[in-house]
């Protein structure tokens, strides 16, 4: 037996390479970032390719070792290149990001040193980082202090979390599924409908509240529901508002709807993936204040504070709902029993084991401060709102003034269908490919969104957009 | 208007390192990594702290920068100092993992590019990789081509989506749960038990089938009770058998189950997370086969595969219920409808932004090949069983022969309180720190586990953990 596992120690072996092994995959993977990032203000923002990146499928997974400049190869042609590149700051479609550079050396600490940030007692210290991390976000929304919450994977997540946390904070039983009411902005993110349906709510009567001319919930239609649905013999109890909806930036008015759900007793939801950090900057702050009174919050790292892809966050105010829909302990965990001076993650979310979040969003906070994520929010802001004005000098219809940052606008030519123009329109920006824009449809209309979100945009990123949008209406109404 | 654009810029400006300043933050993060791993073999695999990294609070976050140095001599003191070291081979306890070098690199591209891998249109070659990744997994486990599957933040979450997956597929009216039987092992992991829950499946009736002597779910009570539940009028839907229990790391009769499953028009659910990449060993070939006759299987790349935390893996067979569960197409991502050749792990999975997660999977499996991966694999089995003998050398009584690399055992001292003495024990070697095992409680009795999947754990590493029991037994006989 012992020299069946000494023969298998040494063939596991290169899963541990020596340290020159090591510095040599450092070194190119070092080269190949430092280039991509050198790369970055010039390289388009989308590439259209026939393959997409079909490249990979030639090169299975098998027995045989590739080298690391091969793989890296592989890396730049089918997976670096096809497609939207996130981390340019022509990336001006969907809700961007970003990716700052911190973070991946925060992703690469935790990776190496693979602490376990699910329990306390297991890793008390990365347990505390993410405590202390959200703690000021609650902070920053205006929670009371013993608000709790949890680093998610993502917006999408949070939102499941928050839902269910509702749910069970509501005591829901299945057979008044039928019975129970959901309100929704017409505007509000998919995910909290998908929420919805995983959450096992999908029998829930789901009203979707009709929105202003700014895209934002009308508080008082939602009030006049509630009551006629109340006398109706429904149960209302949960309502979700955004602070910046996805398609056109919009945030409901969130105070109006908070005292509303607390004058009927409805859990209130917010869906700031998008927006939430906003409240760090001046020029967001009257806009967003209302957040303080929602009983949990979704916002995203990987958006408004510019993170790499996997960072979204839920708080909640009241802690205990949040324990009561989580917290299970096993008795092979029994050993944690005893320590537990700071809540656990795991006992907070669906997740037990996984990612050590709070590491990349810890990084970038304390090597920076605070005040280039201030700056670099109002500057989003503003360039919205410079871009809301420049649009219309080049004859594009807006729709409203930019809440935050998100602007929508669309182009009537001269002669033929308006929607096909402005699907045509996007297509030729997407060949293009030096800014990448989405479309939406609003009011059955095919729309143009900017979304100004990342920290890579600047005014220059603008300037070309519109450059780029007059030489494609042009080129499009020459046809 | 432009003035102040231009002076936000210039106030995020830090967010942007330049190339020295990245250069300066690579090499101190190196030199920190490299530092950690060469101490990693040495340091101890538990540290019993006072402070517990309460240090990281006398540094909040703010508007003032810290330098690179001070935030890794937070780091140190206060996260990978106290607690748990998951990354040493002295990790015996829950279910190790460990965190291969090779997938640091992959987090770190990842953030680096910040590719997004959620859907196709945008990310086609980050999603192909997830894609081929995903379809790697399930040729292992014997699922026919076409089967579909989602990496996910761990095995907690991939429970979640099979289960809720399973409700769909059964189209399960909430009024109807409470006449719905799932049917668990006694020795089922709490995330399942949390995954019912919050896919708002709590009333449904829970069965926990009996185990025989290997703790192995009982397939032919299991059938009994099937019957009889029809009988009675209740409408049996689910059954989660595990490959690998983390207790005691028994493998329930899984070929059975399934033919069960099939013959009744059960969901048939494998927890795997902890076990299911064992089928990458001859040892374990066996015992694993019946894993292909799942309808949904989780398996865990940060357990199996000794990746670094934050890479579980969910497999479904039938396509179409992964789908229907989680397939949802707003408004603003019209664009994307024209890209389909490829699935997107956003139509998968509760997710849409989401962490890059393939890369820190793939840039390990091609630089290594599978072959060490087998290797360590089949080597953490003999370790078990070598444990397993040796331990009953000096005088421990065991649990059952290791289907994997768990083994249960537990010491009975010649005077006082077995349960006592053994809890004693487990807190001796917490303080003592050279090794960590953890305890849990079988048929009401404290139990001692030896949990073998760190891939730094050698024979060395199990000498010394058999030395280190029989002081520690030495020292409390002679209190």
Known sequence: MINRIHELE????????????RDHLFNKVKKYTDKFLSEIYECPAYVVTEDKGIGLYHSPISEIPIDIDEALNLLKYNVDRPGL??????????????????????????????????????GPGAVRMENMLLDWMAEIIGYPKGSVGNLTSGGSVANLIGIVT?????????????????????????????AIRIGGLKECVIKYVPLDKKYRMQAEVLEQTILQDKQAGLNPWLVVASAGTTDTGAVDPLKEIGEIAEAHDLWFHIDGAYG???????????????????????????????????????????????????????????????????????????ELTKHFRGL????????LGLAPFRACLGEKI??????????????????????????????????????????????????????????????????????????????????LTLEILKEKVKFLERL
Chains 1, 2 share one sequence.
């Open 10 to 21: 040494r063939l596991a072996s290169p899963l541990e390479p020596l340290p020159e092994e």
């Open 85 to 122: 590149n996130p981390a340019s700051g022509g990336h001006l479609g969907y809700i961007p990001g970003g990716g700052i550079p911190h973070s991946a050396y925060g992703d690469f600490l935790a990776a190496i040193t693979n602490r376990y940030a699910g329990v306390f007692f297991a």
């Open 166 to 194: 509702a749910r069970d904070a509501h005591n829901l039983k299945a057979k008044d599924f039928e019975k129970s009411v959901i309100y929704l902005s017409e505007q509000v993110h998919h995910s909290v409908d998908k």
């Open 276 to 350: 939430a950090f906003f409240i760090l900057c001046d020029e967001a702050q009257q806009i967003l204040k209302g957040m303080a009174t929602s009983d949990s919050i979704v916002m995203d790292p990987h958006k408004g504070l510019f993170l790499p892809y996997g960072s979204g966050a839920l708080l909640v105010k009241d802690r205990q709902k949040l324990l009561d829909t989580h917290y299970y302990m096993p008795n092979y965990l029994q050993d944690t029993l005893n320590s537990r001076d700071e809540l656990s993650p795991a006992d907070l979310s669906p």
């Open 360 to 367: 990349r969003l810890w990084l970038p906070l304390k090597l």
């Open 382 to 463: 503003w360039l919205a709102r410079y871009f809301y004005e420049k649009v219309q000098e080049i004859d594009f219809e807006v729709g409203p003034y930019p809440d935050l940052s998100v602007v929508t606008y669309r182009y009537t030519p001269k002669h033929g269908d308006v929607n096909e123009f402005n699907q045509k329109l996007v297509r030729e920006i997407h060949q293009d490919g030096r800014v990448f824009i989405s479309s939406t449809i609003i009011d059955g209309n095919i729309t143009l969104r900017l979304a100004v979100l990342a920290f890579r945009t600047h005014l220059n990123t603008i300037d």
